[in-house]
């Protein structure tokens, strides 16, 4: 079977930090971008950000910039989003998708459709 699995979600206070993984079974993720999304109660989901197949390039929404990262280890067929300084305006459940490839240059978060597989999401919840 072919499985995404987010983990890492949880409740942290404002200013706080989480790092979430994902990790994938049944395939490789060596030929594949990766994205992180997010979509929160009542919203519309929407792309945080992704990286290329090899980590050479990444892409961020503006939200994201200075404050999160994305990176990935393919020898542990996984990719992670630290996230740092943490608002309470980044409650959502976070998911992770991957796109086949390999493509070259800067992956793109504005067609979620490109997208081949996706995770269950984790909950991020941050509260005072």
């Known amino acids: 079977q072919l499985q995404l699995v987010e983990s890492g979600g949880d409740l942290v206070q404002p200013g706080g930090s989480l790092k979430l993984s994902c990790t994938a079974s049944g395939f490789s993720l060596d030929y594949y971008v990766a994205g992180w999304f997010r979509q929160a109660p009542g919203q519309e989901r929407e792309g945080v950000a992704c990286?290329?197949?090899?980590?050479?390039?990444?892409t961020y929404a503006d939200s994201a910039k200075e404050r999160f990262t994305i990176f990935r280890d393919n020898s542990k067929n996984t990719v992670y989003l630290q996230m740092d300084s943490l608002k309470p305006e980044d409650t959502a459940v976070y998911y992770c998708a991957v796109e086949r490839g390999p493509l070259p240059g800067p992956c793109t978060l504005v067609d979620q459709g490109r997208y081949d597989y996706w995770g269950q999401g984790t909950q991020v919840t941050v509260s005072s």
């Open positions: 990286i290329s197949h090899q980590g050479y390039y990444s």
